[in-house]
């Protein structure tokens, strides 16, 4: 009995054996799961990689190298070639007289009366006055017409339109002079210095007097000084660019002073012949914009001294303009007055007021919105516009 049961045990134990035997094997064939791949260790291989080259698709297609397209410059942009100065303000003659019809035709009708008693001379006096010719200006200019209508015996309508186009010339003063100082001296440009109040048209008309410069022979250069206004630089650039006369400007918000001063040595190192530098617009009663003013004239002329100063003046802001005038004058020391707006709304007369307080010269007068439109002023081709005079005589 202990025989066939020790015969079993031992069956059993090889039986055991050997399916472990069978078992164990399987389990170590078994292939481990793969390790994650980290977003770090995918960069390190594309490092260690380099970049990818491509080669050109035509090296592909064809193994023919094909040049890349030539980089074709867009072309200069044409200059403007400005009008002739010299007949501007006659060419633009029948834009003045139509905006002045009422001035020169309300004289001409007083004074053409049959009888000139002191009513009509009264008359006449406030016509001037009302044309903003001023109390003075006027009651001279009457007083010298009543005489010598008087001692002439003057009577006819083409007479009279003489005597009084006579005595506005006269008060004009035309022995004022009313040339712009622009030549270069000893290889130093001429700078002129372009002032006004807020709402003058002044870069406006500093672009205008730029054209003028260029049609008269000048080469230019341009500084923006007026660094208040964002887009001032970039107007004046424009003006500029459409002639050809470069502009210095800084950023903004930047020291007028020292962009006035940075432009003028450009100009000394181009050799140009005229440096036109516009100024920020200011009311004339702000003591601290005025002597920011005074500042940019003094750092321009450690240059040299300033050729011109020329102001700004719109001619529709009548007597008011005189008080302007005055006090720039007293700060920069103006030289010379630009007339803007002479076409709309404004009053003649502005002219002889401004030469007669200031002892000033208007030398350039703004008839319109075009970009030649700004004309040297002449007093006798003036007052004839004024009065449409010629036109006038014809018909008597």
Known sequence: MMDYL????????VLILGTLGLVVPRLRRRPEPPLPTTEVETRAEEDLAGP?????????????????????????????????????LVRLRGRLSRSQNVFGKGLLGLLSRDRLDEDTWEEIEDSLITADVGVDATREIVDRLR?????????????????LAAELVNALDPTLDRSLR???KEGVPAVVLVVGVNGAG????????????????????LGAADTFRAAAADQLETWGGRVGAETVRG???ADPASVAFDAVRRGIDTGVDTVLIDT??????????????GKVKRVVEKHGPIDETILILDATTGQNGLEQARVFTEVVNVTGVVLTKLDGTAKGGIVIAVQRKLGIPVKLVGLGEGADDLAPFDPAQFVDALLGTEAAARDA
Do not use: F, Y
């Not at 020790?6 to 134990?13: E, F, M, N, S, T």
């Not at 190298?65 to 007949?87: D, I, K, R, S």
């Not at 005489?147 to 005597?163: H, N, P, Q």
């Not at 002044?202 to 022979?217: H, N, W």
């Open 202 to 221: 002044k870069t406006t008309t500093c672009g205008k007097i730029a054209r003028v410069l260029v049609a008269d022979g000048r080469s230019v250069l």
């Open 182 to 184: 622009t030549a270069p």
């Open 251 to 253: 950023p903004e918000g």
């Open 52 to 88: 990818p080259v491509e080669a050109p698709e035509a090296d592909l297609s064809t193994g023919v190298l094909v040049e890349p397209p030539p980089v074709v410059e867009a072309p200069a942009p044409v200059l403007e070639v400005p009008e002739p100065t010299a007949g501007r």
């Open 280 to 293: 920020a617009g200011r009311l004339q009663n702000k003591v601290g914009l005025m002597d920011e003013l």
């Open 147 to 163: 005489e010598r209508t008087r001692v002439l015996g003057t009577r006819t309508a083409a007479e009279l339109r003489a005597l």
């Open 6 to 13: 020790l015969i079993a045990l031992v069956l059993l134990g």
